[in-house]
Protein backbone atom coordinates (compact mmCIF):
# COMPACT_ATOMS: atom_id res chain seq x y z
CA UNK A 1 0.00 0.00 0.00
CA UNK A 2 3.23 2.27 0.55
CA UNK A 3 4.45 1.64 -2.94
CA UNK A 4 1.35 3.32 -4.43
CA UNK A 5 0.96 6.33 -2.37
CA UNK A 6 4.70 7.05 -2.58
CA UNK A 7 3.93 6.85 -6.83
CA UNK A 8 0.78 8.77 -6.77
CA UNK A 9 2.76 11.79 -4.71
CA UNK A 10 5.55 10.78 -7.23
CA UNK A 11 3.05 11.26 -10.05
CA UNK A 12 1.45 14.45 -8.67
CA UNK A 13 4.49 15.74 -8.20
CA UNK A 14 5.36 15.38 -11.81
CA UNK A 15 2.03 16.87 -12.97
CA UNK A 16 2.94 19.82 -10.66
CA UNK A 17 6.26 19.90 -12.63
CA UNK A 18 4.60 19.87 -16.20
CA UNK A 19 2.19 22.30 -14.93
CA UNK A 20 4.53 24.74 -13.74
CA UNK A 21 6.86 24.40 -17.09
CA UNK A 22 3.90 25.10 -19.05
CA UNK A 23 3.04 28.24 -16.99
CA UNK A 24 6.66 29.21 -17.54
CA UNK A 25 6.02 28.66 -21.34
CA UNK A 26 3.03 30.50 -21.45
CA UNK A 27 4.33 33.66 -19.24
CA UNK A 28 6.72 34.55 -22.22
CA UNK A 29 3.81 34.14 -25.02
CA UNK A 30 0.83 32.30 -26.00
CA UNK A 31 1.42 29.05 -27.69
CA UNK A 32 -0.96 27.01 -29.40
CA UNK A 33 -1.97 23.08 -27.87
CA UNK A 34 0.40 21.17 -30.46
CA UNK A 35 2.88 23.70 -29.64
CA UNK A 36 3.11 23.26 -25.61
CA UNK A 37 2.59 19.18 -26.23
CA UNK A 38 5.80 19.00 -28.28
CA UNK A 39 7.03 21.52 -25.88
CA UNK A 40 6.66 19.04 -22.52
CA UNK A 41 7.15 15.97 -24.28
CA UNK A 42 10.66 17.50 -25.11
CA UNK A 43 11.34 18.78 -21.58
CA UNK A 44 11.02 14.70 -20.59
CA UNK A 45 7.18 14.19 -19.88
CA UNK A 46 5.15 11.90 -20.68
CA UNK A 47 2.67 11.60 -23.37
CA UNK A 48 -0.14 11.25 -20.94
CA UNK A 49 1.18 13.75 -18.72
CA UNK A 50 1.97 16.36 -21.31
CA UNK A 51 -1.77 16.01 -22.93
CA UNK A 52 -3.53 15.74 -19.30
CA UNK A 53 -1.57 19.21 -18.50
CA UNK A 54 -2.31 20.62 -22.15
CA UNK A 55 -6.18 19.53 -21.32
CA UNK A 56 -5.84 21.63 -17.63
CA UNK A 57 -4.83 24.23 -19.78
CA UNK A 58 -7.31 23.93 -22.20
CA UNK A 59 -10.18 23.79 -19.21
CA UNK A 60 -8.85 26.42 -17.72
CA UNK A 61 -8.89 28.71 -20.79
CA UNK A 62 -5.17 29.26 -20.48
CA UNK A 63 -4.95 28.38 -24.30
CA UNK A 64 -6.88 28.48 -26.64
CA UNK A 65 -5.99 28.04 -30.48
CA UNK A 66 -8.37 30.36 -31.79
CA UNK A 67 -7.05 33.32 -29.10
CA UNK A 68 -3.25 32.24 -30.01
CA UNK A 69 -3.72 32.34 -34.12
CA UNK A 70 -5.82 35.44 -34.10
CA UNK A 71 -2.84 37.08 -32.17
CA UNK A 72 0.18 35.44 -33.73
CA UNK A 73 -1.58 36.83 -37.38
CA UNK A 74 -1.83 40.41 -35.80
CA UNK A 75 1.88 40.15 -34.58
CA UNK A 76 2.84 39.13 -38.24
CA UNK A 77 1.03 41.75 -40.38
CA UNK A 78 2.83 44.41 -37.94
CA UNK A 79 6.10 43.05 -39.06
CA UNK A 80 4.70 42.71 -41.64
CA UNK A 81 4.49 39.58 -43.16
CA UNK A 82 2.33 38.11 -46.14
CA UNK A 83 -0.47 35.91 -45.40
CA UNK A 84 1.31 32.84 -47.17
CA UNK A 85 4.24 33.35 -44.68
CA UNK A 86 1.78 33.83 -41.95
CA UNK A 87 0.07 30.67 -42.80
CA UNK A 88 3.42 28.56 -43.06
CA UNK A 89 4.05 29.62 -39.53
CA UNK A 90 0.66 28.60 -38.59
CA UNK A 91 0.67 25.04 -39.91
CA UNK A 92 4.25 24.82 -38.34
CA UNK A 93 2.72 25.80 -34.87
CA UNK A 94 0.31 22.39 -34.99
CA UNK A 95 -2.90 24.63 -35.92
CA UNK A 96 -6.04 22.88 -37.63
CA UNK A 97 -6.49 24.07 -40.52
CA UNK A 98 -10.03 25.34 -39.86
CA UNK A 99 -8.61 27.81 -37.41
CA UNK A 100 -5.92 28.84 -40.02
CA UNK A 101 -8.32 30.00 -42.17
CA UNK A 102 -10.91 31.83 -40.08
CA UNK A 103 -7.81 33.65 -38.25
CA UNK A 104 -6.43 34.47 -41.98
CA UNK A 105 -10.21 35.15 -43.28
CA UNK A 106 -10.37 37.72 -40.55
CA UNK A 107 -7.20 39.53 -41.26
CA UNK A 108 -7.92 40.25 -44.87
CA UNK A 109 -10.42 42.22 -44.34
CA UNK A 110 -8.77 45.24 -43.81
CA UNK A 111 -5.13 43.72 -45.89
CA UNK A 112 -4.06 45.86 -48.96
CA UNK A 113 -1.33 43.31 -49.80
CA UNK A 114 -0.38 45.88 -52.69
CA UNK A 115 -0.17 48.80 -50.75
CA UNK A 116 2.48 46.89 -48.12
CA UNK A 117 4.47 45.36 -50.94
CA UNK A 118 4.78 48.91 -52.76
CA UNK A 119 6.44 50.27 -49.63
CA UNK A 120 8.74 47.89 -48.78
CA UNK A 121 9.68 48.06 -52.19
CA UNK A 122 10.39 51.52 -52.19
CA UNK A 123 12.62 50.96 -48.94
CA UNK A 124 14.50 48.11 -50.04
CA UNK A 125 15.27 49.93 -53.68
CA UNK A 126 16.34 53.05 -51.35
CA UNK A 127 18.86 50.28 -49.93
CA UNK A 128 20.11 49.31 -53.37
CA UNK A 129 21.33 52.95 -54.74
CA UNK A 130 24.59 51.51 -56.54
CA UNK A 131 23.39 48.82 -57.48
CA UNK A 132 22.82 47.74 -61.58
CA UNK A 133 18.91 48.01 -61.79
CA UNK A 134 18.29 44.18 -62.24
CA UNK A 135 20.45 43.17 -60.30
CA UNK A 136 18.55 45.37 -57.23
CA UNK A 137 15.13 43.86 -58.77
CA UNK A 138 15.79 40.42 -58.05
CA UNK A 139 16.60 41.31 -54.73
CA UNK A 140 14.02 43.17 -53.53
CA UNK A 141 11.75 40.77 -55.30
CA UNK A 142 13.29 37.42 -53.51
CA UNK A 143 13.03 39.43 -50.42
CA UNK A 144 9.52 40.33 -50.64
CA UNK A 145 9.00 36.68 -51.89
CA UNK A 146 10.71 35.42 -48.57
CA UNK A 147 8.37 37.87 -46.67
CA UNK A 148 5.83 35.92 -47.68
CA UNK A 149 4.00 38.12 -50.40
CA UNK A 150 2.34 36.88 -53.36
CA UNK A 151 4.09 36.44 -56.03
CA UNK A 152 1.82 38.08 -58.39
CA UNK A 153 1.23 41.26 -56.54
CA UNK A 154 5.54 41.19 -56.38
CA UNK A 155 6.08 41.29 -59.32
CA UNK A 156 3.60 43.68 -60.92
CA UNK A 157 5.23 46.10 -58.01
CA UNK A 158 8.65 45.48 -58.67
CA UNK A 159 7.80 45.66 -62.69
CA UNK A 160 6.22 48.85 -62.48
CA UNK A 161 8.80 50.44 -59.93
CA UNK A 162 10.58 53.55 -61.36
CA UNK A 163 13.97 54.40 -59.61
Not at 21 to 35: G, I
Amino acid sequence: MKRLRVKSLSSQSDLEKARAYAFLLLKFRLRSEAELLERLKLKGFSEELSQSTVNFLKDKEFIDDRVFAKGWVASRLKRPFGLRRIKQELVAKGLNKEVIEDSLAQAKEGYHESQIVSELARQRFFRQKGIEPQKAKMRVYAYLLRRGFSPEVVSDIINNYDR
